[in-house]
């Protein structure tokens, strides 16, 4: 049987890949955040799953506003980096696993969650960034990759509380897949950011540290979030936070808290990360 | 329809509203993705914007890197970051000229080091007009 071993919470800042990318990361300005991961690589190291489900939003660059679902998940047999504006980046190709993907998607459906699906979609920095941040430079990505992308950015986004149910209802088509396969999750985006406005640059490192603490040890406090909760004390972007929701609602009740890192700045964000395993 | 989230200060919520105000706008941004669209673009952006259905205020906001005014007319951020990438800026300069007031590179990436924008003070409009 298949099981999810861990989850992960992780900004997806594009400057971070940028950073590793373009050979940045022992600069005064970077050498902070790297040194910061480097417990959260040494725990991937030992904890590589089969598959990883990564809950990430595209941003403007395979799905727009021409066409856009709340949840689109990938089940294509692989992804490729995205030209996003600048190029692609210079990551290895991303290795679907279409059998759970698919089992995904029946599960999914069946349980009332109509979800789009996708057999063509470039990934843009929103799950590219994340393996980066994991896994550093490999050759091949050691995990396989479920894309499941979320529409943070235009409102409606889905609620706090759908999206926890949303990871609950991944939990149970996980528990059902015959495999004898282990499987991550990842929630991606955030923390407080704000980058359009005249209020750009706000960070709230007292409502992130609650929404962390909660992650841990009350995550239904969490879900009571409203979208003006996020936008007046998270920043206008905070909202992406909703999808770390969708990969604590796959945890268990119970989760211990295995590694922790917060740091302001990382562009105009404040990045963070969490583990969370499942005893 | 008044929002509840119309409250929060130097905020622009991409909702249905703003969705309908910048979808040309938002689609032209999103072209540059394509590398042909963007060499396109570089030869001559007056050109190029022609075959976008945008008002006359949207283009002159493209033309001028206006970031602030491009959000006032409908424009995403996230859209926006085509430009400023394709300009081969970094974004704290959009974010510095997007801010009030105004700020430099070096002057966004030092509030930023310093903590970021405090959220004291910046939550609310009726707060702020109350002081």
Redesign the interface.
Known sequence: MARIIAGMGTSHVPGLGAAMDNGKTQEA?WQPVFKGLEPLRSWHRDHVPDVTIIVYND???AI???NYATFTLGVAEQFLP??????RRNVPTVQGHPELAWHLVESLVMDEFDLAVSGDLDVDHGLTVPLSIAYDQPEIWPTRVIPLAVNV????QPTSLRCFKLGQAIRRAVDAFPDDITVGIWGTGGL?H??????????????DTQFLDNLVSDPMANTRLT??DF???A???GIEMIMWNVMRGALNDRVSEAYRFYH??V??T?YGAIILENP | MERDYDDVPGTYVFDGRRYRMGYHLNMFLMSLNKAECRAEFAEDERAYLAKFPMTEAQQEAVLQRQWLKMLHLGGNVYYAFKLISHDRKPPQVMYGQMAEPNMSFDEFQAMMIAGGRPIDGNRSKKEQANG
């Open positions: 300005y941003h403007a660059t727009a506003l021409d995205a030209d996003e504006g600048w190029g950015i235009q409102y409606p407080s704000q980058l359009g406005g005249e209020r750009v640059g706000v960070v709230n490192p007292e409502f979208h003006t936008f007046r004390e920043g206008c972007e302001i700045p562009s105009a404040a």
